[in-house]
């Protein structure tokens, strides 16, 4: 796993488009620009969260989204 700096969400974002990654993990897209573009850095809950993605992005990605469904439905 690689070292999580300014630049960790491109490398955990692998493939995906900034726009893309955003809405499957619930980033605002700007932020993760920020992160990306090292104007801000992640706190510890974001570095978190990136290494946990990029352990197992599709557990991630369900939860994230089952978390958006029940929301919904509330």
Not at 5 to 23: I, M, P, Y
Not at 43 to 54: E, H, N, P, R, S
Request: charged share 25%; hydrophobic share 40%; no cysteine.
């Amino acid at each position: 796993t690689q070292s999580l700096t300014n630049n960790s969400a491109e490398g955990v974002r692998a493939k995906l488009s900034q726009d893309a990654f955003a809405r499957r993990y619930g980033i605002p897209v700007g932020t993760l620009r920020d992160w990306e573009y090292g104007r801000r850095m992640p706190d510890a809950a974001a570095l978190t969260l990136l290494k946990v993605i990029d352990r197992d992005p599709k557990t991630v990605a369900r939860a994230v989204t089952g978390h958006r469904a029940a929301a919904a439905r509330a």
